[in-house]
C-alpha cells in the first residue's frame, strides 16, 4: 500500500531502487505543464474577482503577479531538491515533498510537515464539499430565476446538498488508491477548464453589454478603517489558497525523463505554467470584478451575477460537481493510505484491519472490501461533510486554508531545504535574501489567516 501513496512517501531512494518501483520515466516538460497547469486551477479561481474587488484595481491585479512570483521562486528552488547532493546530476532522488523535508531536514521536521500537508488535503476536502452544494443550489436557482424572474425567491438549503455529497463520497471513497482513479482525473482536469473558460466568457460578455469597466481603485467601501483592511486580509487569503503546487511538484518532476536534468525541464515546466496561470487569472479576476464592480460576487458562477442564458450557468456548475467529485477524492487518497498503512504495520495480525472480502458486482466484476477501511473512510466523509455543515462559507474557508498553508508549505520548508541541498552560508547574501523573503511571505500569510479567521468568525455569529 505504501508504494501508492507518492505523497507520503518518506524513504529515500536511488536511482536502482526506484527504477522498481516506476517502470519508465517518459515525462516531458509538455506533460509537466499539463500535471501543473490542472493541479494549480481549481474552485479557487471563481473567488478572484472578489478577492480583487477587496484590494480594488491599484492593488488587486499586482498582487495576483506578486504569488505568482512568489511561487516561481519557491518552486524553482524546490526543483532543486529533487536530487541529491547535487540538484542536476545526484544518484538519489526525492520522489515527495515529505520524503525531500526528512532527507534535508530531519524526522521532526518531516513531522511537523506531515501534519500541515495532511491537514491542507482535508482542509480541500471541506472546501470542496461546501463549494459542490453551492453549485448544486446554483442550478436550481438558475432555472428558477429563468422561469419565475429575477426577483423570484428562490431560495434552497445548503445542508441537504452536503448530505447528498458526501454520501457519493462514501461510495467514492472506497477507490482502493490512485492507481484505480487516473479516469476520474482526467474527468475532473476537463471539468475545470470548461467551467473556468465559461466563467471568464460570461465576466467578458457582461462587461461588453455594461458599456463600462466597473470597480475602482480602492476597492469595495467598508463601514470602518477596521473592516476595510480585515477584506483585503481575506482577499489575500483568498488568492493564496488559488496558486500553490509545492505538495506536488516533486511528484509531478519524478515522472519526467531525462537528459535534459529533471530539474532543468521541471524549472522550464513550472515558469510556463505560472505565466499561462497568473494570465488565466488575472483575465478571470479582472473581468469578474470589471462586470460587476462592488457587487462582485463571491463565487462567479454561484453568486448570480449571471442569468442568462440560464443554461451556460447551468452547465458551468455541473462541471464544477463533477470536478470536485473527483478532485476529493485526490485529496483525500493520499490521508486514506497514510492511516492505512500505519494501523496494518501497528495492527498486521488484526482481521479487522487487513483482512479483505470479495464481493461480485452484476456479476461483471469482483470488489474488495475491508472492514476498516468502510469504517475509516466513512468517518473521514462524514466529519468534512459536518464541518462543512457548521461553516459553509466558501470565500471565507478558502481564506483560511490558503493562508494557513502558504508560507509553511510553499515557502518555508523549499527555502530550509535549500540551505542543506546547496550548504548556504549563514549570513551570506543569498541566505539573508531567502530569509528575508520567507519572513515577508510569514507576514502575508499571517494577515491573510488572521483576516479570514475574523471574517469566518463574524459570518458565523451573523
Known sequence: MANHTPLLKTSHSSDEESSADLTHRTGTIWTAIAHIITGVMGAGVLSLGWSLAQLGWLFGPPAIVVFAAVTAVSTSILSDCYRSPHSEYGPDRNVSFLQA??????????????????????GNDIAYTIATATSMRAILKSNCYHEQGHDAACKYPDSIYMLLFGLVQIFMSQIPNFHNMAWLSAVAAIMSFTYSFIGLGLGFAKVIVNGEIMGSIGGVPAASATDKVWLVFQGLGDIAFAYPYSIILLEIQDTLKSPPSETKTMKKASRSAIVITTLFYLCCGSFGYAAFGNNTPGNLLTGFGFYEPYWVVDLANACVILHLVGGYQVFSQPVFALVETWFSERYPDSDFVNRFYQIK???????????????????????????AMLFPYFNEVLGVLGALNFWPLVVYFPVEMYFVQRKIVPWSQKWVALKTFSFACFLVSAVGFIGSLQGLVTAKLS
Not at 526528512?102 to 500541515?116: D, F, P, T, W
Not at 456479476?363 to 468517518?379: A, D, G, V, Y
Open 361 to 387: 458486482l452484476l456479476s461483471l466484476t469482483t470488489f474488495q472490501l475491508n472492514p476498516f477501511r468502510i469504517c475509516f473512510r466513512t468517518t473521514y466523509v462524514v466529519s468534512t461533510t459536518l464541518i
Open 101 to 122: 523535508v526528512s532527507y534535508y531536514l530531519g524526522e521532526k521536521n518531516q513531522r511537523i510537515c506531515a501534519v500541515l500537508l495532511n491537514e491542507s488535503l482535508y
